[in-house]
Structure formats: structure tokens, C-alpha cells
């Protein structure tokens, strides 16, 4: 089903050539058949053709009625004009997956044809090589169809997991962000090592081989992150001393702040992406 459709991306930034060449990779959809288009960067469209063998297209040039799936990867606050370029476009029963922080099915509904087939998605930078954590959230008119089409096409990124939309700004705060907080880890390591005397490519390899392991304990082994730090924890040892360290510098509240922060702004983008329709709407 999925080598046979055509998938166009509305903005063409980072997270759109995450997925890209997390599709592209997954070889389960030709890459010619994966169209990207953007505002005004016709120099982006030609970096990504070349790269991943896609077609670039002006939006003017698009041939809507040729797209099964359309990807809207703006920022939010582009998203309105975006979307009034989209519906004197497409048709009803065209998909449209929207991998917006904050914007809701709803909103997607109300500003595309009553009864449009709409999902909510939040991917991660990590499908670049596969291995997103992405939640869907359908709108209300979607089939199942598109639903498990959505599954499918997203299941070339990485994981998916199909969630309820009121939850998707503590996933965004999860995963969505969640890449951001272990390269900030890694930075705050890598300063660390190098100054202690590695040099920086090692440090960054120890670093990544160490998270990558204990990601994987987790996955592999039917055991919580508190048993496993355990384990790790000799009685007046290294890590009771690294953990004290965290715990007297705040990095417990640290890391669950940074969550908690990213799921508010998610909530708050939504607030006020909603506020501005209708302060357009009463003018
Ligand atoms: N980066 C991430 O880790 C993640 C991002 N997201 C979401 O992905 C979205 C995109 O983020 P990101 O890729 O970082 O953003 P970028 O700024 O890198 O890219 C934005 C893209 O949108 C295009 N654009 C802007 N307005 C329009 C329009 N009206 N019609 C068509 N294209 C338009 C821009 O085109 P041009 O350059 O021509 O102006 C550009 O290609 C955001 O909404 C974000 O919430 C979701 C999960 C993770
Ligand atoms: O920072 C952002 O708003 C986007 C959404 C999730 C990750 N990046």
C-alpha cells in the first residue's frame, strides 16, 4: 500500500528532512515519489533533492490532486497561511498529517474542509535514521484506513505509538523535545571528559556508547531505570558520589522542570495559535 503513494511535506526545515531521510532510508516508499515544498527557499528544495533523489516543488506548481498524504512541517505561527493556501486545494478525503508543537486536530479541522482527514503527529529529530518516538493522534473524520496508512508511513521513522490528543503536549515534552535534553547531557559530559583529559571525538563516542547501552537495558530487560541505577550504585562508591552531586545541584527537579516547561509551552502555543483566530475571525 505504502510504495504506492505520493507524500508531499508543506515546509521543508529540519524536522521535514528528519523524516525525509528517515523514509527515504527505510526504502518502503520510493523516493521519488516523496515531494518537498516550502515557502520561498528554492535552494533548500535543490539541497534536498540532491540528496535524498526527492522532488522539490514550488507550492505554485504542486499538483495537489496528484498527493495521497500531505506533511505540514512549518512553525505554528505559519501554520494559518499555510492552511489558506492549502483548502482551496485539496479535496476532502486528502490526508493531512501535522507534526506541529501545539496545534490541535481541531484546529486543523476548523480551518480545512468540514470533515477533512486530519492526524496529529509528534516525531522526533531521531527519525533521521529511524528511530523516532512518534505519537498520532487522528482527527475525527479519519478512517481507519488513513489511521493504519498514518501507522504504516510513520512506522518508517521509528516507533509509533497512537495516543490520546489530550496527552500529546506531555509526549512533546517527552519526545518530542526529549532529543534536546540528552544532547545538552552530552554537552555538559563531553566539556567534562575533555577537560579531564580525552580528547573530544572519544569522550563523545564513551558518551553515546554509555547512553545507547543503558536506552537498550531498558528496552532489552524487563526491569525499571530505578533497579537498574541501583545496580550502578556501589555503597560510598563513584556513582553515589555523581548522584549525590546531581541530587545537592538540583538535577532531578532539573530534568523534570525541562519536561514539565516543554509540555506548558506546547499547551500555551496551542492557547495562543486559538486566541489569534479569533481575534482575525472578530475583526
Ligand atoms: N525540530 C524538531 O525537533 C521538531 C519540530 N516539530 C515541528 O516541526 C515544525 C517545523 O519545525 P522545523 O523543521 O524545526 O522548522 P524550520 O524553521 O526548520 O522549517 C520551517 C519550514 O516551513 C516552511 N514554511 C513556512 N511557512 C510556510 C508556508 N506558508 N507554506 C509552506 N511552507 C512554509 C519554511 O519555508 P521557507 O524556508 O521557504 O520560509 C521552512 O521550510 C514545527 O511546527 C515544530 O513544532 C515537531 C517535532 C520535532
Ligand atoms: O522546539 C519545538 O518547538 C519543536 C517541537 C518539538 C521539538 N521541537
Redesign the pocket.
Known amino acids: 500500500m505504502l510504495h504506492e503513494k505520493t507524500v508531499a511535506f ?9 523524516m525525509i531521510s528517515g523514509l527515504v532510508n527505510s526504502n518502503k516508499i520510493p523516493a521519488h515519489q516523496i515531494i518537498a ?5 528554492g535552494e ?1 528544495l535543490a539541497v534536498l533533492e540532491a540528496k535524498y533523489g526527492i522532488k522539490g516543488i514550488k ?1 505554485d506548481q504542486l499538483q495537489f490532486d496528484q498527493i495521497d498524504v500531505f506533511i505540514l ?4 505561527k ?2 494559518e ?2 492552511l489558506n ?1 492549502l483548502i482551496g486545494q485539496i479535496e476532502v478525503n486528502q490526508l493531512v498529517l501535522s ?5 490541535t486536530t481541531t484546529y486543523l479541522e476548523q480551518n480545512l474542509h468540514n470533515g477533512q482527514q486530519v492526524v496529529r503527529v ?4 531521531s527519525s533521521t535514521i529511524g528511530e523516532s518516538a512518534t505519537a498520532i493522534s487522528p482527527g475525527h473524520a479519519t478512517s481507519n484506513e488513513n489511521i493504519i496508512l498514518t501507522q504504516e508511513l510513520l512506522g518508517c521513522i521509528g516507533e509509533v505509538y497512537t495516543i490520546k490528543e489530550k496527552d500529546m503536549d506531555i509526549f ?1 515534552g517527552l519526545a ?2 526529549g ?2 535534553y540528552f544532547y545538552y547531557l552530552m554537552e555538559h559530559m563531553e566539556k567534562q571528559g575533555s577537560e579531564a583529559g580525552f580528547d573530544v571525538e572519544t569522550t563523545r563516542q564513551i558518551i553515546a556508547q554509555t547512553i545507547v547501552g543503558a536506552a537498550k537495558m531498558i528496552q532489552e530487560q524487563d526491569v525499571t531505570p530505578t533497579v537498574l541505577r541501583e545496580k550502578v550504585t556501589s555503597p560510598n562508591g563513584t556513582t553515589a558520589a555523581g548522584l549525590k552531586a546531581l541530587d545537592d545541584n538540583g538535577g532531578g527537579l532539573a530534568i523534570s522542570k525541562a519536561v514539565e516547561h516543554a509540555a506548558i509551552r506546547s499547551k500555551e502555543i496551542s492557547e495562543q495559535i486559538q486566541e489569534s483566530l479569533l481575534v482575525s475571525a472578530n475583526k
Open positions: 508543506i515546509g521543508a526545515g529540519s524536522m521535514a528532512e528528519a515544498t516550502n515557502r520561498s527557499n533548500r507550492l512541517a512549518m512553525k505554528p505559519d501554520v497561511k499555510a493556501n507534526v506541529l508543537a501545539g496545534i509528534m516525531p522526533n529529530t512533546t518530542g523535545s532529543p534536546a
